[in-house]
């Protein structure tokens, strides 16, 4: 079983507030990454980690920031919330010598209203 | 990193064995071919790995052939719960450059029907 946990599940929050989505990891993996999906639609890597103090941009431009101080921890944060953010935010991790095995959250559904 | 082409969708009765085929022509050497699966409201879960010929586990039978231009994800006796978007990706399995960043593709929507 994967040992990694997104909270929350389901956020709906207003306009213009700030959140920030919190993921864990308790498997001493390396490497983390942030994916953003919509609905039906294709997964989209917004943010990516090496290990600490790493931080990468994915492939999809983001307005969200992460910040990976401590390995088992990868938290992302939106300083100003919009409805265009509403998605789910899926967070993974893997073994930087088996990285193509990637273990994922449950996800963070979020709405902004 | 290489590019991986897949049916959008697929179609299929329970019971039946479901073959997912995945091209990928520009495979590099040191490339694994890696299989997920994903539900409705989940995050993709890894189903199988392989480099070449035949893998097999619990769930799936990964047959590569010996040129790994394309590979073939089969799904025995599949179920109504087998009804997922099943995503190809290939790239090496080791530290190296653009694997690390994970990237899926579309994937191949499997509808299984009663």
């Known amino acids: 079983e994967a040992d990694i946990y997104q909270t929350p599940r389901y956020l709906v929050i207003g306009t213009g507030k700030k959140i920030t989505l919190e993921c864990s990891q308790t498997?001493?993996?390396?490497?983390m990454y942030w994916y953003q999906q919509d609905p039906g639609m294709e997964l989209h890597l917004i943010h990516y980690?090496?290990?600490?103090?790493?931080?990468e941009k994915g492939d999809l431009s983001s307005e969200s920031t992460v910040s990976r101080i401590r390995t088992e921890h990868f938290p992302l944060t939106l300083e100003s919330a919009r409805p265009s953010h509403t998605s789910q935010y899926l967070c993974a991790s893997s073994r930087t010598q088996r990285n193509t095995e990637a273990f994922f959250g449950q996800g963070t559904r979020l709405t902004v209203v | 990193l290489a590019k991986t082409t897949q049916p959008i969708s697929m179609d299929s009765y329970e019971g039946q064995e479901v073959n997912i085929t995945c091209s990928h022509n520009n495979i590099a050497t040191n490339d694994y071919i890696t299989w997920y699966q994903q539900f409705p409201s989940q995050g993709p879960r890894f189903i199988i790995q392989?480099?070449?010929t035949k893998v097999t586990n619990e769930v799936a039978s990964l047959f590569i052939p010996a040129d790994r231009k394309s590979s073939t994800l089969s799904l025995p006796r599949v179920s109504l719960s087998d009804t997922a978007v099943y995503y190809c990706l290939v790239g090496d399995s080791r530290f190296s450059g653009g694997y690390n960043k994970l990237i899926f593709g579309a994937g191949t929507r499997l509808a299984v029907h009663p």
């Open positions: 980690s090496y290990g600490v103090n790493s931080t």
């Open positions: 392989g480099y070449k």
């Open positions: 498997m001493g993996h390396d490497k």
